[in-house]
């Protein structure tokens, strides 16, 4: 399995980043929560929906944008995860906010 790539950021980095392909997933907690749409940089990220999307961290600040679908669209949860050998967990995921800008910070 491949090295964690993302930890938590500070100031205006959601996430602290080393460059290079990461992969990451959504864990439904109540209900099932896939990734509807996302966009790396400015450039859709392709085949979703989905559970996972990968993409490749480039240097300097750079956005993730990211819409969630929920099973349970009033109630719906998860855990927004990097697949990597730790399995970090990065963020709650909520139906109250489907949609999230992360900046990455490389």
Avoid at 2 to 10: H, R, V, W
Avoid at 20 to 25: D, K, N, Y
Wanted: proline fraction near 5%; include cysteine.
């Amino acid at each position: 399995m491949a090295d964690c790539k993302l930890s938590q950021g500070t100031g205006g980095c959601t996430f602290k980043a080393t460059r290079g392909a990461v992969t990451l997933s959504v864990e439904g907690t109540t209900g099932t929560v896939l990734f509807q749409k996302a966009k790396y940089n400015g450039a859709d990220i392709p085949n979703l929906p989905a559970k996972t999307i990968s993409f490749t961290i480039v240097a300097g600040t750079t956005d993730l944008d990211v819409v969630y679908s929920f099973s349970n669209p009033t109630g719906g949860a998860g855990v927004l995860k990097e697949v990597c050998t730790a399995n970090t967990e990065l963020m709650p995921v909520s139906a109250k906010e489907p949609s999230s800008v992360y900046h990455i910070c490389a």
